[in-house]
């Protein structure tokens, strides 16, 4: 179930929400998927580490001139060249390990390619987050522990999202959320010290930034890989699990399409605009296969009609998988690829293609044009399955000679014979495949079904010579198309609105620190009006009255009346309050809009990529796992408003100098690691 109760007496750092974990998350569920993303977890680890010792050991060789040390240095590169090589197969296996997510009540069916989750490393927002409300919007950001707390709980439960709807909508609420964190936390002027790291899913590379776009651009790719593996859990003996699996492919390639339009300059390697193109491919492509399905389900009578329709069924599924499979062999794609999915998509089109043939030779050898039959509408079926007619033959012709049809039916069993065994030896390419037995079970049962259709038409006595069949033109009644779900637009409520109206109490908005003003009534005046949407503003601002004396301005936004915060209300309700004003009077506060022309250019956001040698750094890298305490953090004093100006400033300088190792040169050892993208391709890529 999605919900857990966790039992009394067992303390956990999990999310929970009122004893139960939050819906669409189940950290502690111990199935094959989340074995699987753990392992995944553990290799990542490793290559980061051994990113590390690559850097380090190159800054050496930079550094050194001592030809004795270089020697050693260029050996443990190797070393650490060789080491990478073994976890990114390692990272391949995981890739490939497909079993895991079929459903386990399926014994017939082809198996499907499911995307992985990407990896993160935990966030810390306490601090930075309470810095900012304390120098930003001049509050104590203690206040807003709970609120900050929620929000990490929300993130550490994305980690692990149930493989259903509702873990792609806990997915879509956590997104939902950045969006009021970006605008309240995120200033384009300023960097506010947290970084978000994540993995890429096929390198295991980590990219690090401090704005929220690899956050955002991360959690829509594992929207788009949690659909992949709801369509790949489907039963799709029924159709109601045909429906689902059709469905959640369809938004598969939606979200990811959403996310290649969105996110352009996204610098992870699985998130690349010519990834993303090859991943939408491939979920359509599976939404077909199991649109093709869904038709082959209550059976395919052997009848002429049918048996055309089912061929070009079967080659259209077939032309979706070679057009996936070229986009896995282009260059920038096929290293990283895993050999699993590119030898699956050869494999399936050489399968469909084969099936498609043994339709089309089935109904011309085991149907012949009788008197009863329609001449017209057999040959119009029959001329739209070819693009040219064979030996160039109309198609009644074909239709009318038995020993024509005979001859044409014999060419594309020899096809789908020789497309059948193509696929076996692919099959055998793959040892990942060989753990797949349902796979070998289907590819021998097709082969040895087309083999005794021929033998049954073979005479012993022919020694005619087989023409070619040609191809079969690909056609389906319902193509496979993009969904986008509205789990990618979940509303949610902004958890700091207590902050105020976005429209005002944004980080790019700049204003005075709360000023106390008294205000007494003079002849039953207060001396002003007030205007606008929460919160409201001053206006019509009597200069000589008691308010304008304690230094009330026009424009100024009323915050608060008394003890009562009223950043959210309008008009009316302030004018309620301000009315029960005595003669003793009462306090407001009120804060003036700042100039924001003023302020300094945006800096350049942080970005490090282990796969992109002139922009990584070792500062994301630089946080040990094991040593996050939160206790033994020091917190700085916290300054007065008045000086956070120069805070930002030397905080800005501090935070984004960062040390930049330039690995432009020609590198010194003999090969670099295959797998990870070097700089000499990463133009090509976004």
């Not at 609120?147 to 509702?166: G, K, V, Y």
């Not at 495949?433 to 005479?459: N, P």
């Not at 915050?559 to 008009?571: L, N, P």
Request: some cysteine; proline content about 5%.
């Amino acid at each position: 179930m999605t919900d857990t109760l966790i039992p009394n007496g067992i303390k956990t750092d999990v999310p929970v929400e009122n004893g139960y974990f939050k819906k669409g998350c189940n950290p502690f569920a111990q199935t094959g998927r989340s074995k699987l993303q753990n392992e995944r977890a553990l290799v990542n680890q490793q290559i980061i580490k051994q990113m590390r010792m690559r850097a380090g050991a190159e800054n050496l060789l930079k550094a050194t001139s001592n030809n004795k040390v270089r020697e050693q240095v260029i050996l443990e590169l190797s070393y650490v060249n060789s080491d990478l090589q073994l976890l990114m197969e390692q990272l391949e296996g995981l890739n490939s390990s497909v079993e895991v997510y079929q459903n386990v009540q399926e014994t017939s069916s082809i198996p499907l390619i499911p995307l992985g989750l990407k990896e993160t490393k935990e966030v810390d927002f306490s601090v930075p987050l309470k810095d900012f409300i304390l120098e930003h919007y001049s509050e104590d950001g203690s206040n807003f522990q709970d609120q900050i707390d929620d929000l990490m709980d929300l993130r550490q439960a994305c980690r692990t999202p149930s493989r259903n709807e509702s873990g792609v909508e806990l997915l879509g609420k956590y997104l939902g959320q950045l969006s009021f964190l970006e605008t309240r936390f995120f200033s384009p002027t300023r960097q506010i010290g947290i970084f978000f790291t994540w993995y890429d899913s096929f390198t295991g590379v980590p990219v690090c930034q401090q704005n929220l776009s690899l956050e955002k651009a991360s959690l829509v790719f594992n929207m788009a890989a949690l659909y992949s593996q709801v369509g790949t859990r489907s039963n799709r003996q029924t159709q109601a699990g045909l429906e689902e699996a059709i469905t959640a492919f369809q938004k598969s390639a939606g979200v990811l399409h959403y996310l290649k339009e969105t996110f352009t300059h996204t610098p992870s390697y699985d998130m690349s605009p010519a990834m993303l193109s090859m991943l939408i491919r491939l979920m359509l492509a599976q939404a077909q296969e199991c649109l093709f399905e869904q038709i082959a389900l209550p059976g395919i009578r052997n009848e002429f009609f049918n048996l055309l329709k089912m061929a070009q069924e079967a080659a259209k599924v077939a032309e979706t998988y070679s057009q996936v499979y070229q986009s896995m062999t282009q260059n920038h794609i096929k290293d990283n690829v895993p050999f699993f999915w590119t030898t699956m998509c050869q494999l399936k089109t050489s399968h469909y293609k084969s099936l498609a043939h043994y339709f089309v030779s089935t109904a011309l050898l085991d149907h012949q044009l009788s008197p009863s039959d329609d001449e017209d509408k057999q040959e119009k079926a029959l001329s739209q399955v070819y693009d040219t007619m064979p030996d160039l033959h109309s198609p009644l012709d074909i239709l009318k000679n038995k020993e024509e049809r005979r001859r044409i039916g014999k060419a594309h069993l020899q096809r789908a014979i020789m497309g059948h065994e193509e696929a076996i030896r692919t099959h055998a390419l793959c040892r990942h495949l060989h753990k797949l037995d349902i796979m070998s079970d289907i590819l021998q049962a097709s082969h040895k079904r087309s083999l005794a259709k021929f033998e049954q038409y073979d005479k012993e006595d022919e020694f005619t010579d087989y023409m070619i069949a040609p191809d079969i033109v690909s056609k389906t009644d319902k193509k496979a198309e993009m969904e986008l779900p509205a789990a990618t637009k979940v509303k949610v409520t902004d958890l700091f609105q207590r902050l105020g109206p976005l429209s005002v109490f944004s980080a790019k908005q700049r204003w005075t620190a709360p000023r106390t003003i008294r205000l007494k009534l003079q002849d039953r005046d207060l001396g002003f009006t007030l205007k606008g949407e929460p919160p409201v503003q001053i206006q019509s601002l009597n200069p000589h009255c008691f308010a304008a004396a304690e230094g009330l301005r026009e424009g100024d936004y009323l915050v608060a009346v008394g003890d009562t915060d009223c950043k959210w209300m309008g008009v009316s309700d302030v004018m309620k309050l301000l009315k029960e004003v005595d003669e003793k009077g009462v306090d407001i506060k009120v804060v003036s809009m700042l100039d924001n022309s003023s302020q300094p250019m945006p800096t350049k956001s942080a970005t490090y990529s282990g796969g992109l040698p002139k922009t990584y750094s070792m500062i994301c890298l630089a946080h040990n796992e094991d040593e996050k305490n939160p206790k033994a953090r020091k917190v700085a004093k916290k300054p007065s408003f008045l000086s956070w100006g120069l805070k930002n400033k030397l905080k800005s300088s501090s935070t984004l100098s960062l040390p930049n190792a330039d690995y432009s040169g020609a590198q010194p050892w003999n090969r670099p690691c295959p797998t990870f993208p070097g700089s000499s391709n990463d133009s090509a890529l976004y």
